[in-house]
């Protein structure tokens, strides 16, 4: 790299995406850093790559590339991740929101606007994300139908006050509950107190601790191992979610989950154990092609 007081904004990009490239980085951080760093967004950054840094500008880059390099996930290094449009905090504390959750997202508003078509934009539809993490789903579904009831819950609360400062900063106003999967609204003393989910959502952790070996260092030596990691087979948290679904859903309801690759037979068969034939199941892939949701009609009625 040229001199540090003659950088241009091109030329930065141009170094630190080689750089990137030749560590077996994604390129892509490169922009995402330098906009962090000059507080712009790609149009502008874009529109001044001629623009030479201060060396103050400069050293802040490099840095983040940097630690980058050496493993650091760039959100946490930028505080920072977005989704479905909006900035998300995250911290170490919580999973990084990936895009493919998006679709997770997506998938579940059309699903209900279809199942609930009378209800969807009326008030009252009580939804709880599971695991919730920085809040990504429940806030973004809060944001996208304002009529929504959502609860999310988390059984971190170090997560749980990433969540609330986010759904503070953008406004969503939803419900945090700290506790492990249902077990805040099933430990109460009167059955018919038990809170009852029209829809329920989650992106639980789903990686076997059997690939451990296969993930990224930029996520396991980062990542909370808590949001990652799921017993021998990653399917330890869908087993108990699904077990205790019978007992916090409405007579008619959807449900919603992230897997893994390889994961949507298990999971819908654990599914079909629970419900048998009350339940309607789609295995969906994602945008890369590879299956990434479970959607499950359920209907008790």
Not at 129 to 134: A, E, K, M, Q
Request: hydrophobic letters at 40%.
């Amino acid at each position: 790299m040229k001199n540090k007081n003659n950088v241009k904004v091109y030329e930065a990009l141009q170094w630190a995406s080689s750089f990137l490239v030749q560590h077996e980085r994604d390129e892509n951080i490169a922009e995402m850093s330098l906009k962090h760093v000059l507080q712009s967004d790609r149009t502008q950054l874009l529109a001044n790559l001629h623009r030479q840094l201060s060396e103050t500008e400069y050293e802040q880059f490099a840095s983040l590339i940097n630690q980058h390099i050496k493993g650091v996930p760039i959100q946490y290094l930028i505080g920072s991740e977005e989704f479905y449009g909006r900035k998300f905090i995250v911290n170490e504390h919580v999973l990084i929101p990936r895009p493919e959750t998006e679709e997770l997202v997506y998938g579940i508003l059309q699903r209900a606007k279809r199942l609930f078509p009378m209800r969807f934009s009326a008030p009252g539809m009580q939804i709880v994300d599971i695991g919730t993490g920085s809040g990504a789903i429940a806030i973004t579904l809060k944001l996208e139908n304002p009529t929504f009831q959502v609860v999310a819950t988390d059984i971190s609360a170090s997560a749980l006050r990433v969540a609330k400062q986010n759904a503070l900063n953008l406004q969503a106003n939803i419900e945090f509950v700290e506790g492990d999967l249902f077990s805040p609204f099933l430990n109460v003393e009167n059955s018919k107190e038990v809170r009852k989910f029209d829809i329920v959502i989650s992106n639980p952790p789903y990686i076997p601790l059997t690939e451990e070996t296969q993930i990224s260092t930029v996520v396991k030596d980062y990542e909370p191992a808590s949001a990652l990691f799921a017993g021998e087979d990653g399917l330890d948290c869908y087993r108990r979610i699904i077990e205790q679904l019978p007992l916090v859903i409405q007579p008619k309801a959807l449900i919603g989950f992230e897997i893994g690759t390889g994961q949507g037979k298990a999971v819908s068969g654990l599914l079909t154990q629970q419900f048998g034939n009350l339940v309607t199941i789609e295995i969906v892939d994602d945008i890369n092609g590879k299956e990434r949701m479970v959607f499950a009609e359920i209907n008790t009625q």
